[in-house]
C-alpha cells in the first residue's frame, strides 16, 4: 500500500513538475484582436505598446517601494515600475474590491490590471488591484483570463489597509508556483477603523490573528491547485507590529503549529 501511495505521489509531483517547464510567452500565443472582451484588449494593446510584468515577481512591499536588498538599481526599479503600472480594467459584476470591513461588498472606486508576459497554457495572467472608496485599502488578485477574455480562476495575493499595515503578499514564481502569506484574522469585520475625531486608525484591544502560508500550482487550463497549507500558531498582533513596513510577512517569527 505504500508503494502505491508513493508512486502515486511521485506521479503527481512530476506532473506538475511537467506543467512547470512548459513556458511561453503570451505575445506569441494571441494578439489583442484575439482578445472579444473589451476591457482587457485595451489592456492587452497597452502593455504590448510598453512592457509586460516578468516571472518571478515578490508582491510585497517590495514591489511598490524600493528597498535596499533588490537586486536591482533605484533607477532601473523607477524605470520598470513607470513602464509595468496597470491600466483601468472595468467589468460588470466584478468580483474583485476592497473594503476594511468584510462585509461592505461595495464595488471599488478604481481598479487596475497589470499583465504578465509568461504562461504555461491557454490562459493570459494577470493581477488586478483595487482600491476602498477612502482609499484606505488595496487588495490584488492574481487572475487567469481565456484567450477571449473571460475569467478562469483568481487568488487574492496582497492586501495593503490603512497607512502600513500588509495582511498579505505573494511570491509568483517561474514555474508557475505561486506562495501567498497572509495574517488571517477570522473572528473580526474588520481589524481597525478610522476615527474621525483623532485623526488616526484605531485598532482593537488584545486582536488575534494567525499566519497562513498557501502554495499554489497554476495548471496549463489556468485553474489554481492548493499545493499545501501551513499554519501558525494564533497570537496577538499590535498596531506598532503592524507598523513595521519593511518587514515582510515571510520574514516575521511566528511559530508553526
Not at 504562461?119 to 477571449?148: E, Q, R
Request: charged share 25%.
Amino acid at each position: 500500500m505504500k508503494k502505491v501511495l508513493s508512486l502515486i505521489m511521485l506521479i503527481i509531483t512530476n506532473g506538475l513538475f511537467l506543467y512547470s517547464q512548459n513556458s511561453y510567452k503570451i505575445t506569441d500565443l494571441i494578439k489583442a484582436s484575439d482578445i472579444k472582451e473589451k476591457s482587457l484588449q485595451r489592456v492587452f494593446n497597452f502593455f504590448s505598446m510598453n512592457q509586460f510584468l516578468k516571472l518571478p515577481i515578490n508582491y510585497d512591499i517590495s514591489f511598490f517601494v524600493y528597498q535596499d536588498t533588490n537586486s536591482i538599481s533605484r533607477d532601473e526599479f523607477e524605470q520598470t515600475r513607470a513602464v509595468t503600472q496597470g491600466s483601468s480594467y472595468k467589468i460588470n459584476n466584478s468580483p474583485f474590491y476592497a473594503n476594511l470591513d468584510k462585509r461592505d461588498k461595495k464595488p471599488p472606486v478604481v481598479s487596475v490590471l497589470s499583465l504578465i508576459k509568461d504562461t504555461n497554457g491557454k490562459y493570459i495572467l494577470g493581477i488586478v488591484k483595487t482600491f476602498s472608496a477612502c482609499h484606505d485599502m488595496s487588495k490584488s488578485w492574481l487572475v487567469t483570463f481565456s484567450f477571449p477574455g473571460t475569467i478562469i480562476d483568481y487568488i487574492p495575493i496582497y492586501e495593503y489597509q490603512g497607512e502600513t499595515a500588509v495582511t498579505m503578499e505573494a511570491q509568483i514564481n517561474k514555474d508557475f508556483t505561486v506562495n501567498v502569506q497572509r495574517l488571517d484574522f477570522s473572528d473580526y469585520n474588520y481589524i481597525f477603523q478610522f476615527d474621525s475625531i483623532k485623526k488616526d486608525f484605531i485598532y482593537p484591544d488584545n486582536l488575534r490573528g494567525q499566519r497562513v502560508d498557501t502554495k499554489y500550482q497554476i495548471m496549463p487550463d489556468g485553474k489554481f491547485k492548493k499545493q499545501e497549507e501551513i499554519r501558525y500558531q494564533p497570537q496577538i498582533y499590535t498596531p506598532e507590529m503592524f507598523s513595521q513596513e519593511e518587514v515582510t510577512i515571510r520574514q516575521r517569527k511566528e511559530k508553526r503549529m
